[in-house]
Every structure is written in structure tokens, then in C-alpha cells.
């Protein structure tokens, strides 16, 4: 059986959930470390590692966001048909390139 975009739109969108959660541990370390003195602030901003994982995690909660977003609205009753859920994934994607592309130029 094949999955609708829609169905996939809506695995991805507890799989960032999930994965927010996660990555919330690993910026509260990033935080504590960045506290603890002048250099290890220094070298966390200058980090390729970290500013990596900071972009995937930033790329997460843009995704799961603008997908809530879409939930939100959907439970309005506003894009329930089939035509209506696949518009409105597909405009969430596109958003969520832009922003992530945004938030990479930002980051780096």
C-alpha cells in the first residue's frame, strides 16, 4: 500500500516532534557550555560541528511548525479533501525550503 503525500506530511511532521525534543537536550548543553567561560563561547560559535546540528535542529522546528500550522488550520475544516491536504503539504514544503534556506544563510 502506498501512502499519500499527506500521510507522509503528517509521520514527518511527530517525527520533528520527536526529534525537537531530543535536540532541546543537546542546545541546553550547548548552553550550559557556552556559560561556563569566554572560551568555550568562543569555540562553540566557531564549532562546523555544531553549527551543523544547530541548522538541522532549527530546520526541525520550522517543518514542524508550519506543519502544526497546517494541522491547526485543517482542524478548521479548511483543505479536508484529498486536493485540499496535497495543497496544502505542498505549500508547507516550499515554505519550509525557503525558511531552512534562510536559517542556513543566517546560521553559517
Request: proline share 1%; net charge neutral.
Amino acid at each position: 500500500m502506498r501512502l499519500p503525500i499527506t500521510a507522509w506530511a503528517s509521520i514527518t511532521h511527530r517525527a520533528t516532534g520527536v526529534f525537537l525534543f531530543a535536540g532541546i537536550g543537546v542546545l541546553l548543553w550547548a548552553l550550559d557550555a557556552s556559560l561556563s567561560s569566554q572560551a568555550e563561547f568562543n569555540s562553540l560559535g566557531e564549532s562546523v560541528l555544531f553549527k551543523l546540528v544547530l541548522w538541522v535542529v532549527v530546520s526541525a522546528l520550522i517543518y514542524h511548525s508550519l506543519a502544526g500550522i497546517k494541522h491547526l488550520i485543517n482542524d478548521t475544516g479548511v483543505g479536508e479533501t484529498m486536493a485540499g491536504g496535497i495543497l496544502g503539504v505542498r505549500i508547507v514544503l516550499a515554505l519550509s525550503l525557503v525558511f531552512i534556506v534562510l536559517a542556513g544563510a543566517w546560521i553559517w
